[in-house]
């Protein structure tokens, strides 16, 4: 089960964290990410990072946003700054199985940024 926190209401520029908790004991299995859906369209990478530290970025994504995890406390977070009226989205926690390549999704948090 993913578990997400954060989210809510910015103004453009502005910044949140995003944060998402997978619960049980097998958390260095998955390669942990965020997307993000807006409105009438498809569910997007934003960025995701496998168990040792690999990171990948969607290109709107780099040099503003920073995904990090904790794997002594299961959890993933998503540090936004300099946020824009595009970014928002319901952005959605993901759990990728690296050995059977299953997905999970948490429940999804909504940004929203103001102009």
């Known amino acids: 089960q993913l578990v997400e926190s954060g989210g809510g209401l910015v103004q453009a520029g502005g910044s949140l964290r995003l944060s998402c908790t997978l619960s049980?004991?097998?958390?260095?299995?998955?390669?942990m990410g965020w997307y993000r859906q807006a409105p009438g369209e498809q569910r997007d990478l934003v960025a995701r990072?496998?168990?040792?530290?690999?990171?990948t970025y969607a290109d709107s994504a780099e040099g503003r946003f920073t995904i990090s995890r904790d794997n002594a406390k299961n959890t993933v977070s998503l540090e936004m700054s300099s946020l824009k009226p595009e970014d928002t989205a319901v952005y959605y926690c993901?759990?990728?199985?690296?050995?059977?390549?299953?997905?999970?999704w948490g429940q999804g948090t909504h940004v929203t940024v103001s102009s």
């Open positions: 993901n759990a990728r199985n690296r050995y059977d390549g299953r997905d999970y």
């Open positions: 049980g004991n097998l958390f260095s299995i998955y390669i």
């Open positions: 990072v496998n168990f040792v530290g690999a990171k």
